[in-house]
C-alpha cells in the first residue's frame, strides 16, 4: 500500500525508485520523477518513515526504519518491472548505497545526488560539524529533542524556487517543504547510518553515478571522494556549477535529469519505454497506472 505523498509514474519496463533526504520529502524528487517519467521510466517517489509529520513522529524513528521504507518500496516496485535503479538526494543517496549493499542482484545502478556523508558545507557552522558526535551525546540523554535549524540558503540558489519551497516549510506545511530543522536525535540515527554504510562502500558493485554540486552548501565534494574510495562498481561522477546541494529541484535539474537518464538507459541497453520490451504485471494496483499517483497533481 502506498502512503500519503509517496507517488508513481508507470511508463516502460525499467523502474526508478527515488529517495529523499532527512527531514525532507518525496516533493524534493518531483521533477527528476516527471523528467524521467518522460523519458520512459517508471518512477516511484516514496516516502521515508517519519517523514512529512513533525519533529516528534520523527524522532519515534531510526535509521533501520528509514532503511526498511526503501527496502519495502523496492519490494513493491520490483514485480512491475524488469530492472529497478534507484537514485537518493542527500542522505537518500546513503539509503540507496544501502540498498545497493543489501541487494545487488536487484539494483541495476544507483544515482547520487548530492550524497551526504556528513555535514561539511560552507554554510554549517564549526560547531554543526561536530555533530558527528551526537550519537554518544544523544545516548547519553542529551539534548535529544534539539535541532539545528536549516539556514539560508537553504540548499537552493535558484531564488524563485528557494522562495516557494523555505515559504511552504516555514508555514509548516512538511509534506511539501519538510522541516525547519534536524532534531538531534535523527542526526544521530543520521551519523550511525553514515557510518555503517561507509564501512561496506567495497560491497557496491553495481555502477554509479554521482552528481554534485561544486559550491554545495550542506555537503562538500569530499562526500563524492568517499565514494570514489569505497565502491567496487564503475563510479561516473559530474559536477554541476551553477547550483547548491538541493540539486534535484535547482537550476540544474534538467541536467541531472538528463543524465541521469542516459546513465539508466545505457545500463538498461535501451529498452526503455517503446522498445518492445515486456511489461510486467503490476502486483499492487497503484503500480498499474500511468499517471501521477498523489493527492493532487502539482
Not at 509514474?9 to 525532507?24: F, Q, S, Y
Not at 535541532?147 to 537553504?154: D, G, L, V
Not at 564501512?199 to 552528481?211: D, E, G, H, N
Request: some cysteine.
Amino acid at each position: 500500500m502506498m502512503l500519503p505523498g509517496e507517488f508513481v509514474m508507470r511508463a516502460g519496463p525499467v523502474g526508478v525508485l527515488l529517495i529523499h533526504g532527512l527531514t525532507g520529502t518525496p516533493s524534493e524528487m518531483r521533477f527528476v520523477a516527471k523528467g524521467l517519467h518522460r523519458a520512459g521510466f517508471t518512477v516511484y517517489g516514496m516516502k521515508l518513515a517519519g517523514h512529512c509529520g513533525t519533529a516528534d513522529d520523527l524522532l519515534t524513528t531510526g535509521w533501520r526504519d528509514w532503511y526498511r521504507s526503501v527496502d519495502d518500496a523496492a519490494t513493491r516496485l520490483l514485480p512491475t518491472v524488469e530492472r529497478l535503479f534507484v537514485g537518493g538526494l542527500s542522505m537518500g543517496a546513503v539509503l540507496a548505497l544501502e540498498l545497493a549493499i543489501r541487494r545487488p542482484d536487484d539494483v541495476a545502478g544507483v544515482a547520487l545526488y548530492g550524497t551526504t556523508f556528513r555535514h561539511d558545507g560552507w554554510t554549517i557552522p564549526p560547531i554543526a560539524r561536530l555533530a558527528f558526535l551526537l550519537p554518544v551525546v544523544c545516548a547519553l540523554g542529551i539534548g535529544r529533542r534539539r535541532m539545528f535549524r536549516e539556514s539560508f540558503p537553504y540548499g537552493i540558489k535558484d531564488p524563485r524556487t528557494r522562495d516557494f519551497i523555505v515559504g511552504r516549510m516555514l508555514a509548516g506545511d512538511s509534506d511539501a517543504g519538510g522541516l525547519t530543522g534536524n532534531p538531534w536525535g535523527s542526526l544521530a540515527e543520521f551519523h550511525r547510518l553514515s557510518r555503517h554504510v561507509r564501512r561496506r562502500l567495497s560491497w557496491v558493485t553495481s555502477p554509479c553515478l554521482a552528481m554534485h554540486a561544486v559550491h554545495d552548501d550542506i555537503a562538500s565534494q569530499r562526500n563524492v571522494e568517499v565514494v570514489r574510495r569505497g565502491v567496487s562498481g564503475s563510479l561516473e561522477v559530474e559536477l554541476l556549477d551553477d547550483c547548491y546541494h538541493m540539486i534535484t529541484v535547482d537550476r540544474q535539474r534538467s541536467r541531472v535529469i538528463a543524465r541521469s537518464a542516459a546513465f539508466f538507459t545505457r545500463i538498461a541497453g535501451g529498452e526503455v519505454a517503446g522498445s518492445g520490451a515486456r511489461r510486467p504485471a503490476a502486483a499492487d494496483p497503484a503500480f498499474a497506472d500511468t499517471t501521477l499517483v498523489t493527492p493532487d497533481n502539482r
